[in-house]
């Protein structure tokens, strides 16, 4: 299959799609400048350690919570005001989801990146937004959209000028409660635009748990290493100190005590899938 033609940059320095794999983590939302600021450090010393480019993610607003009653939000002044805080302090690009077209352009203010979650990946008004804006676009897979599919999200995007754009793969609906990753998908998809492999969310079990959703991170370590050998650019992943915690998807988040084996591993499996990722059979 042929191979994208355009990377996407989401700074000088960090560019999705070339030699070096791009990690966007941090904790699933932002519940405090203290939890970011512990999950930032963290993780940016272990990227540099095994060699990634990190972006640093935290969502302002969880506006898709299985209860009304769940955690959504510490405010979108707030949040933006930590994000952009964190963003200082440790001198790394950020990446956040927005729901709302309106909220583009203010958002795009404060990060690099404006992650448009899987629900709202055909929303045409919203990704037309986040293009216009000028900031990198990642927009993850719907978990009912076929991968072939996903080539008319990454145009609408473009029609806007802005050619950068990169897809999420997270599993697609197999039931309720279930998702299943086809790892398919994942090159398919690379035909269209530089592909991300969402750890966390592949892993999730959407409002399994009644009123929230559970997650199955024994399962994480295999689809991760399974998505690295198939030569993706960049991995999602989100982390936390304590994930009983935390105030949101709890059950799929990574120990943050557990990232310094788990990039250790990623890494092996994705410098082993890029040495592989033309070979052919066809």
């Keep these: 299959m042929n191979r994208f033609t355009q990377p ?3 700074t000088d320095n960090v560019i999705l799609g ?3 794999p791009v990690l966007f983590a941090g904790p699933c939302a932002v519940e405090s400048f203290d939890i970011c600021i512990e999950i930032g450090s963290t993780v940016k010393e272990l990227a540099e350690k095994f060699g990634f480019s990190y972006v640093f993610k935290a969502s302002f607003d969880k506006a898709n919570r299985t209860s009304s009653g769940s955690f959504r939000s510490i405010g979108m ?3 933006l005001e930590v994000l952009q805080r964190v963003g200082k302090q440790l001198n790394v690009p950020l990446v956040t989801d ?3 077209s309106y909220q583009a352009a203010e958002v795009a203010t404060v990060v690099d990146v404006l992650q448009i979650p899987a629900f709202l990946c055909r929303q045409t008004d919203l990704l037309l937004a986040a293009g216009k804006t000028g900031k990198a ?3 993850k897979r719907g978990q009912f959209m076929a991968p ?7 145009t609408k995007v473009r029609s806007t000028g802005n050619d950068n754009v990169c897809l999420t793969e ?3 609906s197999l039931g309720y409660h279930n998702l299943v990753v086809d790892m398919r998908g994942l090159p398919i998809m690379r035909q269209f635009a530089p592909v991300v492999f969402d750890i966390t969310h592949s892993v999730q ?3 399994g748990q009644g009123g929230t959703s559970g997650g199955q991170r024994e399962f994480a370590p295999f689809l991760a290493r399974a998505a690295a050998a198939t030569g993706v650019d960049g991995f999602f992943i989100e982390t936390h100190p304590d994930p009983s915690k935390a105030l949101s998807d709890g059950p799929n988040l990574i120990p943050l005590d557990k990232m310094e084996s788990f990039l250790g591993m990623l890494k092996e499996s994705w410098e082993l899938g890029r040495k592989y990722q033309d070979f052919s059979v066809k």
């Design 8 to 10: 996407m940059k989401i």
């Design 18 to 20: 070339e030699n070096k």
């Design 77 to 79: 002044d707030q949040s």
């Design 98 to 100: 927005i729901h709302e």
């Design 137 to 139: 676009v990642k927009i």
């Design 148 to 154: 072939e599919d996903m080539q008319y999200a990454v």
């Design 170 to 172: 997270r599993g697609f």
């Design 205 to 207: 079990q959407p409002g």
